[in-house]
Nanobody, 123 residues
Framework: QVQLVESGGGSVQSGGSLRLSCAAS????????MGWFRQAPGKEREGVAT????????YYVDDVKGRFTISQDTAKNTLYLQMNSLKREDTAMYYC????????????????WGQGIQVTVSS
């Protein structure tokens, strides 16, 4: 089992920055991929960014390319999402995810999920 705990969310004005963190614990050595999903009110959950653990292989949804950066500190078992140039449409609940086999953009294939953390961007 793996536990994921997000931190770093909050409220920010449009154009601002936030950094989300996700601390993983438990059987972390079995993990293949970690990432971030988000869900805005009334919208479907969408994959934001993923990273294959221990590599530089990353994926970003088009809407965040050039603004968000996913990174990892394998020694600390921590995942990050640096979010710059935030827009109102980035407002959502952000979830940290992890899996031992999968690294795509389908939410139903990720086994482990954090509780989620709110990011609110105001104009």
């Amino acid at each position: 089992q793996v536990q994921l705990v997000e931190s770093g969310g909050g409220s920010v004005q449009s154009g601002g920055s936030l950094r989300l963190s996700c601390a993983a614990s438990g059987s972390t050595s079995s993990l293949y991929c970690m990432g971030w999903f988000r869900q805005a009110p009334g919208k479907e959950r969408e994959g934001v960014a993923t990273i294959v653990i221990g590599t530089a292989y990353t994926y970003y949804v088009d809407d965040v390319k050039g603004r968000f950066t996913i990174s990892q500190d394998t020694a600390k078992n921590t995942l990050y999402l640096q979010m710059n140039s935030l827009k109102r449409e980035d407002t959502a609940m952000y979830y940290c995810v992890a899996d031992v086999h999968y690294c795509g953009i389908s939410s139903r294939h990720f086994t482990y999920w954090g509780q989620g953390i709110q990011v609110t961007v105001s104009s």
